[in-house]
């Protein structure tokens, strides 16, 4: 659902979204919204990491530790935005992102892949199971904010997860 | 790879402890009882490495056994003992890489095969990029610097409050373990997450393997450049303080020991045989920064 200021019930005045004040305007409006961001890592310390500072920007966070349970959340809960290791056990990041990207909700959810492997070749394999960008660690969590953010610019938060629609239980978590 | 030592030594016992700590290191230790019979050997083997010979067998035919070594295996490396009283050994010096006082103490026997023989089991370039590895990872959480250099390290070690190992393979097999104390590891998670007071165990062992993690993902980048393709596992932790851990390692691993204010971490590289000729093989842009957001 692309954004619009006719959706907060404001008439745009011609032009409105080529003035940079509305422009911001509506740009601070949406960055208070929720967004719903997805962090898959087995890292405890690398996802609250994140969740530290993506929480302090106004988003949700939901978490899991390897990709099986990356899976169900991701259908219980719609992310706008998924960010995920590659080295996990159970299930790795990549076989995750090509079973999620075969999901019509996730077929253009932003992914992106937060990892140690810095090769470029394996980005390549990233992007051939459905990743839309590699980011190799570790990152300044703010840096990766601003990445999530303009991914996500332009958007609205899904409807589940801006709290429009009862949310689906979450399954079990796998127990260690 | 060479890894024979040999040990020249007319009493047994004169410097006792020599051959288990050369076999703690994962050397194969021969021991002859004269420098005559030293000379044989090392004529007769190709795979000798060093050479540890004590003050007491010094004593006869050491400039025989020298002339005779420098003419068969220049690049031979060898430590002579020296004890308080014994003749002055100046005349042959030049010929030694090494004197050390006897008795022989395990620490100094150490350090000075490491200093004689990391670069055998572990080029500079390897050295180099673990130790970058390490700084560069660990920069972000404190001043780090690396204590008295790097050394050869057993392949028996006890552990600390906390460890990780992980292990990668491919072109190139072995392990990195990193470990430290539970002060220390505190002390670092304080850095890395302000702000948290009581912090349970598991997330200071998640931090530590989180961290050699992240020290290995550099090192592989060193080897991809290079061509070598490596995968990394995930970590395993290890909570022993005291305990032992053993592995069959066919030589010495690298140690190297960091340092910044209150916090240290000891971390260990584990490196088996590869090919080593691709290191001297041009630099290959294959690999991202830390912190780099590629767009795919």
Same mark, same amino acid.
């Given at each position: 659902m692309e954004w619009s200021p006719a959706v907060f019930g404001v008439e745009p005045?011609?032009?409105?979204?080529?003035t940079p004040l509305l422009a911001r305007f509506f740009r601070g409006l949406q960055s208070r919204m929720s967004w719903l961001i997805l962090l898959v890592d087995d890292s405890l310390t690398t996802r609250s990491q994140l969740r530290e500072v993506f929480e302090a920007k106004g988003a949700r966070v939901i978490e899991a530790e390897n990709g099986r349970e990356g899976l169900w959340r991701a259908r219980a809960e719609h992310a706008d935005v998924i960010i995920c290791d590659i080295?996990?056990?159970?299930?790795?990041g990549l076989q995750m992102i090509q079973q999620l990207r075969k999901l019509p909700e996730y077929a253009t959810t932003p992914v992106f892949v937060l990892t140690s492997d810095a090769t470029v070749a394996r980005a390549a394999e990233g992007k051939k199971a459905g990743a839309n960008a590699w980011v190799v660690k570790p990152v300044n969590p703010a840096s990766l904010w601003k990445a999530v953010e303009k991914a996500l610019f332009g958007k609205l938060p899904s409807a589940q997860s801006a709290g429009l629609s009862p949310s689906v239980p979450a399954p079990p978590r796998v127990d260690k | 790879m060479d890894r024979q030592v040999l040990v020249v030594d007319s009493?047994? =016992?004169?410097?006792? =402890?020599v051959m288990e700590e050369l076999d703690l290191l994962g050397f194969r230790v021969i021991w002859v009882p004269t420098l005559v019979a030293a000379l044989e050997f090392v004529k007769a083997s190709p795979r000798v490495s060093l050479v540890v010979a004590s003050a007491e067998a010094g004593r006869a035919g050491g400039t025989e056994f020298l002339a005779g070594v420098k003419e068969l295996r220049p690049t031979l490396r060898i430590i002579w003992g020296v004890r308080p009283?014994?003749?002055?050994?100046r005349q042959r010096a030049a010929s030694l890489d090494s004197l050390i006082p006897e008795p022989i103490q395990p620490d100094t026997l150490r350090k000075t095969v490491s200093m004689l023989l990391a670069e055998y089991f572990y080029p500079s370039s390897i050295a180099d990029a673990v130790k970058s590895a390490a700084l560069e990872i660990l920069g972000p959480l404190g001043d780090f610097r690396i204590e008295g250099d790097s050394f050869l390290v057993p392949n028996q070690r006890s552990l600390a409050d906390f460890s990780s190992i992980i292990g990668f393979s491919g072109e190139a097999t072995g392990h990195l373990m990193l470990s430290t104390g539970a002060v220390d590891a505190k002390a670092l998670h304080r850095r890395l997450l302000? =702000?948290?007071?009581?912090?349970?165990i598991e997330r200071l062992e998640d931090m530590v393997g989180e961290l050699c993690n992240q020290i290995l993902g550099r090192i592989n980048a060193f080897f991809w450049r290079h061509s070598i393709a490596i995968q990394q596992t995930t970590p395993i932790f290890m909570r022993s303080a005291g305990s032992t851990m053993r592995y069959a390692g066919r030589h010495p691993s690298f140690g190297v020991q960091l340092v910044s204010g209150q916090a240290s971490l000891a971390l260990e590289y584990y490196l088996a045989d590869f090919?080593?000729?691709?290191?001297?093989v041009g630099e290959a842009d294959q690999v991202m920064g830390i912190g780099e957001i590629r767009y795919l």
């Amino acid at each position: 659902m692309e954004w619009s200021p006719a959706v907060f019930g404001v008439e745009p005045a011609p032009n409105a979204t080529s003035t940079p004040l509305l422009a911001r305007f509506f740009r601070g409006l949406q960055s208070r919204m929720s967004w719903l961001i997805l962090l898959v890592d087995d890292s405890l310390t690398t996802r609250s990491q994140l969740r530290e500072v993506f929480e302090a920007k106004g988003a949700r966070v939901i978490e899991a530790e390897n990709g099986r349970e990356g899976l169900w959340r991701a259908r219980a809960e719609h992310a706008d935005v998924i960010i995920c290791d590659i080295h996990m056990p159970i299930m790795d990041g990549l076989q995750m992102i090509q079973q999620l990207r075969k999901l019509p909700e996730y077929a253009t959810t932003p992914v992106f892949v937060l990892t140690s492997d810095a090769t470029v070749a394996r980005a390549a394999e990233g992007k051939k199971a459905g990743a839309n960008a590699w980011v190799v660690k570790p990152v300044n969590p703010a840096s990766l904010w601003k990445a999530v953010e303009k991914a996500l610019f332009g958007k609205l938060p899904s409807a589940q997860s801006a709290g429009l629609s009862p949310s689906v239980p979450a399954p079990p978590r796998v127990d260690k | 790879m060479d890894r024979q030592v040999l040990v020249v030594d007319s009493a047994e =016992g004169a410097i006792s =402890g020599v051959m288990e700590e050369l076999d703690l290191l994962g050397f194969r230790v021969i021991w002859v009882p004269t420098l005559v019979a030293a000379l044989e050997f090392v004529k007769a083997s190709p795979r000798v490495s060093l050479v540890v010979a004590s003050a007491e067998a010094g004593r006869a035919g050491g400039t025989e056994f020298l002339a005779g070594v420098k003419e068969l295996r220049p690049t031979l490396r060898i430590i002579w003992g020296v004890r308080p009283d014994g003749v002055p050994v100046r005349q042959r010096a030049a010929s030694l890489d090494s004197l050390i006082p006897e008795p022989i103490q395990p620490d100094t026997l150490r350090k000075t095969v490491s200093m004689l023989l990391a670069e055998y089991f572990y080029p500079s370039s390897i050295a180099d990029a673990v130790k970058s590895a390490a700084l560069e990872i660990l920069g972000p959480l404190g001043d780090f610097r690396i204590e008295g250099d790097s050394f050869l390290v057993p392949n028996q070690r006890s552990l600390a409050d906390f460890s990780s190992i992980i292990g990668f393979s491919g072109e190139a097999t072995g392990h990195l373990m990193l470990s430290t104390g539970a002060v220390d590891a505190k002390a670092l998670h304080r850095r890395l997450l302000p =702000g948290t007071h009581s912090v349970p165990i598991e997330r200071l062992e998640d931090m530590v393997g989180e961290l050699c993690n992240q020290i290995l993902g550099r090192i592989n980048a060193f080897f991809w450049r290079h061509s070598i393709a490596i995968q990394q596992t995930t970590p395993i932790f290890m909570r022993s303080a005291g305990s032992t851990m053993r592995y069959a390692g066919r030589h010495p691993s690298f140690g190297v020991q960091l340092v910044s204010g209150q916090a240290s971490l000891a971390l260990e590289y584990y490196l088996a045989d590869f090919n080593k000729s691709k290191l001297l093989v041009g630099e290959a842009d294959q690999v991202m920064g830390i912190g780099e957001i590629r767009y795919l």
